[in-house]
C-alpha cells in the first residue's frame, strides 16, 4: 500500500477529517497501519481534488504542496466577508453588480505573475501564531503581499449576481483573495460562494473517488484497486533505470558516478520498483528522496 488515493472531498469535512477517513478505511480493510497525509489543504467550504499519499508516497507529499492546481470558483457580487466566504461576517457590501463584459475586461490584470495579500483567515503565520487565530481573537492582522502566478483564468458562466471562474495557479496561490481583488477591480466587492479543485499537479477529478466509495471498498478488503501507484504522483520525473547493484548502493545513500544521461531530477527503477528520487548534477547521481520499498528476489540474491 505504498501510492496515492484522490479523494473528491465533499463541503465541510477538512482535510485532516480526509486522512482519518482513510486510515479508519486501511484498519476496517485490514491492511494494518501505514503512515497518511494529504497533498495540499482544502477549505471545509472547498470540495474536489485531494490526493492522499498512503506508505512511501507520502515522501512527496512537499512536492504535491508545491504543484500548480486547477479551481473553479464563483463570485457573490455584492457583499465581501471577513473570512472571503460564505462562512463568514460581511464588513462591505455595494450596489454594484458588474456585466458578463466588465468582469472579463479585469481578468488580464489578473494572469500571469501577481502579488496577492493572503486572507487573514488562513493558516500563515504571524509572530509565531496562526492567522485565522488571532483573527478570531479579533486582533488585527496585517499580511505581506506575496508573488503567486495565475497560468490561466476564464470566466465560465456569468450573472447579475454572480460570476463562475476557471483558474490554474501556482502553489500559495488563494483563491479567495484572488475572488476578493476580481470583484474590486470589477468596481466592486464580493467573496467566494463556491470553490471546486478540479486538479492538483497530475491527479484530475477523473481520478477521484468519493468517501462512500472508499467505504465500500474498505468493507470488501479491496482498497488496492483504489491505489494509484507511488509513481502517478511523479508523472513529469524521467525515470532513469538503474542495475541491483546501483539499487543498492542508492538505498544506502551513497552517490553513483558516470551516469550518461541528461541533468536534473529523476526517478531511479530497478525494474518496476521506485528506488529513489535523484538529482543528476554533472557525472554525480545523488539521492534526494529515497523508497523503502520491498526488493525482488533478483535484487536480493
Known sequence: ??????????????????????????????????????????????TGVLPVAIGEATKLSGRMLDADKAYDF???????????????????????????????????RFTGPIEQVPPVYSALKVDGARAYDLARAGEDVELKARAVTIHALTLVESTESSATLSARVSKGTYIRSLARDIALAAGTVGHVTMLRRTKAGPFTLDQAISLDKLDEFAKGHALEELLLPL???????????????????????????????????????????????????????????????????????
Open 231 to 301: 509513481t502517478a504522483g511523479l508523472d513529469d520525473i524521467p525515470a532513469l533505470p538503474v542495475t541491483p547493484d546501483q539499487a543498492r548502493a542508492l538505498r544506502e545513500g551513497r552517490k553513483l558516478i558516470g551516469a550518461a544521461t541528461r541533468q536534473g531530477l529523476h526517478l531511479a527503477v530497478s525494474g518496476q520498483v521506485p528506488v529513489a528520487l535523484v538529482e543528476i548534477t554533472g557525472p554525480e547521481i545523488r539521492v534526494v528522496r529515497g523508497f523503502n520499498i520491498a526488493m525482488s528476489k533478483e535484487e536480493n540474491a
Open 74 to 108: 464563483t463570485i457573490g457580487f455584492g457583499v465581501q466577508t471577513d473570512t472571503l466566504d460564505a462562512e463568514g461576517t460581511a464588513i462591505a457590501t455595494s450596489d454594484v453588480r458588474p456585466a458578463r463584459a466588465e468582469v472579463d475586461a479585469v481578468l488580464p
Open 1 to 46: 500500500m505504498d501510492g496515492w488515493i484522490i479523494i473528491d472531498k465533499p463541503l465541510g469535512m477538512g482535510s485532516t477529517q480526509v486522512v482519518s477517513a482513510v486510515k479508519r478505511a486501511l484498519r476496517q480493510g485490514g491492511y494494518g497501519k501505514f503512515k497518511v497525509g494529504h497533498g495540499g489543504t482544502l477549505d471545509p467550504l472547498a
